[in-house]
C-alpha cells in the first residue's frame, strides 16, 4: 500500500481503532493467540488452587476424625 492510495481512499482503510479490534478479535491473529493461551494459564491456576484448597479441607477433616 502506498501514501497516495491511502490519501485518495481513506475511508477504505479503517482508524487504528478499528485495526486494533479488528486484530484482537480475529481467531488467526497473534494477539488472540497469546490472549487464549494467558487466558488458559489463569484457569489451569485456578484450577490447581482448588485442588489445593480441596486436598486442604480434606487433610483437616481426617485430622478431626482421628
Known amino acids: ?3 497516495d492510495t ?3 481512499n481513506p475511508e477504505q482503510f479503517p482508524t487504528s481503532k478499528e485495526a486494533i479490534r479488528w486484530t484482537e478479535n480475529s481467531p488467526n491473529s497473534k494477539l ?3 490472549k487464549n493461551k494467558l487466558d488458559a ?3 489451569n ?3 490447581q488452587k482448588l485442588q ?3 486436598k486442604g479441607q ?3 477433616r481426617f485430622q478431626k476424625e482421628i
Open 58 to 60: 480434606e487433610y483437616r
Open 41 to 43: 494459564n489463569k484457569s
Open 6 to 8: 491511502l490519501k485518495s
Open 1 to 3: 500500500m502506498n501514501v
Open 32 to 34: 488472540s493467540e497469546i
Open 45 to 47: 491456576e485456578n484450577i
Open 52 to 54: 489445593e484448597l480441596i
